[in-house]
């Protein structure tokens, strides 16, 4: 049951995450720079799918080894395998989520505006994660600063959970 339970809790912070206005943006212009391609409008699965579940994997795992990279230099977390593996449960039930949407979309004969919407999300949030690890690592010399500042909530949320009253290893320079 406490398995469960934190199963639940990690998927509604994830879902709370996604409601956020800013993220809701930030997925339109996902949604947006895919142009609503035809196959959204396509009923069942097409290679566009298979594109875009391993596009979200990619992206999940960026963000897992620039965690990990962070973990490791943090003074305040753990390091161990335990928030790693849950980092992997969390991951492989939002694969399975798209799948869910995939499945719902041919149920409610959506064509495929489901799983485009919901994955879209996912990749996005994934995204935004990467970015800030990148960021509070120090690395934000190799990306366009813009990036960043579109992220700053999410910056503010590393730097506390891996720093608490310390600061990013790039203001430290």
């Not at 992206?59 to 977390?77: E, K, N, Q, T």
């Not at 969390?90 to 495929?112: E, H, N, P, W, Y």
Request: proline share 3%; charged share 15%.
């Amino acid at each position: 049951m406490i398995v469960l339970q934190t199963l639940y809790d990690m998927l509604a912070v994830q879902f709370h995450k996604m409601s956020q206005p800013k993220m809701l943006l930030q997925t339109a212009v996902v949604v947006i720079a895919f142009k609503i391609p035809g196959w959204v409008f396509h009923q069942g699965p097409t290679i566009n799918h298979a594109v875009m579940i391993v596009v979200l994997v990619v992206v999940m795992c960026c963000d897992w080894l620039s965690g990990s990279v962070l973990a490791h230099r943090s003074p305040v977390m753990l390091h161990n395998s335990h928030y790693g593996n849950e980092a992997m449960i969390r991951d492989a039930i939002i694969v399975f989520i798209c799948f869910g949407f995939m499945g719902m979309d041919f149920v409610l004969k959506s064509k495929s505006f489901l799983f485009a919407v919901f994955t879209a999300a996912f990749i996005a949030q994934n995204m935004n994660s990467v970015l800030s690890n990148v960021y509070v690592l120090g690395w934000n010399k190799y990306f366009p600063m813009w990036l960043f500042s579109l992220l700053k909530d999410e910056i503010i949320s590393k730097v506390k959970k891996y720093y608490q009253k310390g600061e990013p290893e790039n203001e430290k320079e």
